[in-house]
Each structure stands twice: as structure tokens, then as C-alpha cells.
């Protein structure tokens, strides 16, 4: 496979951007190697600068639900941009993109921005704005984007990178962070015993996605919502990753339409903007009529509600149909027994776990991941062998043992079809380098 394209965009790149990407993982300095810059993508496939051709299963971490290139969000998205680009106004597709995100979940109003980081930083400001408290309290290995106040003990790329703690921010201002084990209930009760009347809100991921896929433990998110309930405080599940893609509704359709329980506060991102720069927060009315210009709590962004990635996002969960949620999961399924067999014939101990329609696999290690310290434990060291020898077959991966696996309607789940056909060729070959690998 040759890669003398993409090595030369990659020198270019690094005398004019830090590391020569504009996103840390995409650098590949956990697995080392050249990163493949991409030039275009169709159904389930991308073909890089040298015409490689990959089966893709990162979907640009998440938003490529219907796959790439999907023939009527194209069109959608053609024919939105011929109208204009952005007009700095209100404009119909936001209108109709908040309708169809209230009409999925719990939320009655919802405010567009541009990105998840944007989403999460603007809902921590309302609650705080709501409660009139300071402290916020967040889990270990929890990514909400690089929002400073956040990025205590995150994971994605702050993990990914190994970044001894969070530079850059101010000790300040982590100061009212209160940052916790995942699925451990007594230490969210013990933080309440003594702050309770000091926090603002609990933000957690729906399910966690970005220390690899760790989802809550039974009653654990209901949990949460009691507790903040009981304290005044605001419950925040981030659904940026898992919204509309672990199930048509989220991950609280799994979870909190079960349970029974219902967050304050959500945020969405990747699938809701189609591929296109898009987010959003929202929550009970009471909540959201603080935000300006109805209430005194400011949060404003010139390209929120871009009339182009507004219609993207739009075709996109119109497109969505219970069927083709359906279709993922079977895709999902198949994928998942595809990997795992091959690693366990390879002698490869490992764990599988998934939140809805999404998985990833922690290497080497033989019981449930539940919190951060257990995906760490994991053998990096595997995945990377794993990794370069599925890209060296033509399978794209992402280059991140702490990172979800994901899939899209594109991806035929019949094992004969063409990205699953070489996904499965693919995999006893990656899956033996990956046990030389492992220490």
C-alpha cells in the first residue's frame, strides 16, 4: 500500500499546523505511523490521497449514520448551500431541526450552536445560571469536549495523548470540579453529603464512549437524576456521541425511557449536523427561558443555526427510520462476533462491550470495563499491532484504543457483502499480530 501522497500532505501540513492535523488523534501518535489524509468518502467506504480504499468504521467519529455521501442529504445539502451559505438570521431548517430533536426526546427546548464543546460549555453555564451554585461535578474518563472546566481526568484525546493533567488551565478554574469514579453511586452520595448545596449539576456521557464504550451500570443514571433532584441541582446527560446513534432517540431511549427518569439538560452533536458542523443543548422549558434573549444567561454564536448544516442534519434524522436503525444494529452485531472470534481464535483475551449500536473492544483485559482505571489497564500495545495490520488490509480503524467503533446504515450486515468481505479477510492476520503483540 502506497502512502507517498498522503506522507507528502503530511509534512506540508506540520510546517503550517501544530502536529499537522486540526484534531490531536488524527495525528496517529498513538499508533504511530503516517496519517492517511482522505480525499473522498461514498457508503461505507474512504479513499485516501494515494487511491487506497478503505472500509471505514470511524464515520468522522460518529456523524455518518446513513454512511458518506448519502445521495439525498447530497442533494439536501446542494441545494440548501445554492440558496446561501449563512444569512446571520433565523431561517426554516433550524426551526425544523428543533422540532425533530424535541419530537425524539425529553427535551422541550433546544438551542443550536456549532460544535459539542460548544453545547456542553453553554449547558454548565446555564445550570449554574439556573442554581445560582458554582461547583460541577463530572466522572473520570468522561469527555464533554475541551472545555477548561472539563478537562479534568477526561478521556478521548486527552487520554489517547497521555496529557498528565490538563495545562493551559488555570488551577482556578477546575477548582469547583468535582470529579469522580464512572458507575460508582456511593461516591456521587458522598460528593452531595458534603457539597450538596454548593452544586450546580452532574454531567456525565449517556454512556461513556471516549475511554472506549463503558456503559452505566443498571440504575446508575437514574441515580444520578434522583440524587440531583433531592440536592437542586441539574441533571446533564452528554449525548454528543450516543444521541441519535446508539438509538433513534439516544441512549436515554436504552436507558432513561426504561428507567423511568428524565435529564434537566442534554446535548447532541455528530449525527444531528449530518457531517456538518452542527450541535445543540436543550432541556426543560423553565431551564432553557433563561438563556438570553428571553433571560439573562448569554450564550450567543454567528454561525449557530447554519441554514446548511441545519438541512444536513435534517435529511439526516429524517432518513433515520426505525428500519435503519434496525439495519445498524444487525451490521453492529455481526461486526462485533466477526471481531471477537477472531481475536479469541488468535488467543487474544479481550473485552467487548457496546451501548446500543456502538462497541469497542478493551485489549487483554478479561472482565467488564466499569470505570477509567479499568480501561486503563488495557494493552495499548495490542490494539496498535491490531491497528496498522487491519489498515495495511484496507480497513480504517480508529487510531485510538480509547475510542467507539462505529458503523452506518452503508455497512451491508450480510458477512458476503464487499466492506464486511474484507473486513473478515482482514481480521485472523491483524488478530495474530495483535497476539505477538500483547504483553
Known amino acids: 500500500m502506497s502512502t507517498t501522497a498522503s506522507e507528502a500532505l503530511f509534512a506540508r501540513a506540520q510546517q503550517v ?14 499508533v504511530g505511523g503516517t496519517p492517511r489524509f482522505m480525499k473522498s468518502g461514498a457508503g461505507a467506504w474512504l479513499t485516501d490521497a494515494d487511491d487506497n480504499r478503505y472500509v471505514d468504521l470511524v464515520g468522522s467519529w460518529g456523524p455518518m449514520l446513513l454512511g458518506h455521501a448519502h445521495p439525498e442529504v447530497i442533494e439536501a445539502v ?8 449563512s444569512f446571520g438570521t433565523p431561517a426554516e431548517p433550524e426551526v ?20 459539542g464543546t460548544e453545547a456542553t460549555m453553554s449547558a454548565i453555564r446555564l445550570a449554574r445560571g439556573f442554581t445560582g451554585r458554582d461547583r460541577i461535578v463530572k466522572f473520570s474518563g468522561c469527555y464533554h469536549g475541551h472545555v477548561d472546566a472539563l478537562l479534568a481526568e477526561a478521556g478521548s484525546g486527552v487520554v489517547t495523548l ?26 456521587v452520595d ?4 458534603e457539597y450538596g448545596d454548593q452544586i450546580a449539576c452532574v454531567i456525565t456521557e449517556a454512556a461513556a464512549g471516549n475511554m472506549g464504550v463503558v456503559p452505566p451500570h443498571p440504575g446508575f443514571n437514574e441515580h444520578l437524576s434522583r440524587t440531583c433532584a433531592a ?51 436543550g432541556g426543560r422549558a423553565d431551564v432553557m427561558d433563561l438563556l438570553a434573549p428571553v433571560g439573562p444567561v448569554y450564550q450567543a454564536g454567528t454561525l449557530s443555526g447554519n441554514p446548511v448544516a441545519t438541512t444536513a442534519g435534517l435529511t439526516t434524522l429524517r432518513l433515520a427510520t426505525p428500519e435503519v436503525y434496525e439495519r445498524l ?15 479469541a481464535e488468535a488467543g487474544v483475551a479481550h473485552t467487548l462491550q457496546t451501548a446500543g449500536t456502538m462497541f469497542s473492544i478493551f485489549w487483554g483485559v478479561a472482565e467488564p470495563v466499569a470505570d477509567f482505571a479499568g480501561a486503563q489497564a488495557q ?6 499491532a491490531f491497528f496498522h495490520a487491519m489498515l495495511d488490509a484496507g480497513v480504517y480503524l480508529p487510531p485510538s484504543a480509547y475510542e467507539a467503533w462505529f458503523l452506518s446504515a452503508a455497512h451491508d450486515p450480510d458477512v458476503d457483502s464487499e466492506p464486511l468481505s474484507r473486513l473478515a479477510e482482514a481480521l485472523p492476520g491483524a488478530a495474530r499480530a495483535a497476539a505477538a503483540a500483547a504483553r
Open 162 to 187: 497521555g496529557i498528565p493533567g490538563t495545562p493551559g488551565v488555570p488551577a482556578h478554574v477546575t477548582a469547583d470540579t468535582i470529579v469522580l469514579p464512572y458507575n460508582d453511586p456511593a461516591a
Open 78 to 85: 446542494t441545494a440548501a448551500a445554492a440558496r446561501g451559505t
Open 190 to 193: 458522598a460528593a452531595f453529603a
Open 329 to 343: 444494529s444487525a451490521t453492529s452485531s455481526q461486526v462485533q462476533h466477526l471481531v471477537s472470534e477472531a481475536l
Open 379 to 384: 494493552d495499548t500495545a495490542a490494539y496498535t
Open 231 to 281: 440536592h437542586g441541582a441539574l441533571f446533564i446527560t452528554d449525548e454528543v456521541m450516543t444521541g441519535f446513534r446508539a438509538a433513534r432517540s439516544g441512549y436515554w431511549e436504552i436507558d432513561g425511557q426504561v428507567e423511568g427518569w428524565q435529564p434537566d439538560l442534554m446535548t447532541f452533536g455528530k449525527v444531528m449536523g449530518g457531517g456538518f458542523p452542527a450541535a445543540a443543548f
Open 96 to 115: 425544523l431541526l428543533a422540532e425533530e430533536i424535541v419530537a425524539r426526546t425529553p427535551v422541550e427546548r433546544v438551542r443550536m450552536v456549532s460544535s
Open 17 to 30: 499546523s501544530p502536529g499537522g492535523v486540526n484534531s490531536p488523534v488524527r495525528a496517529f501518535r498513538a
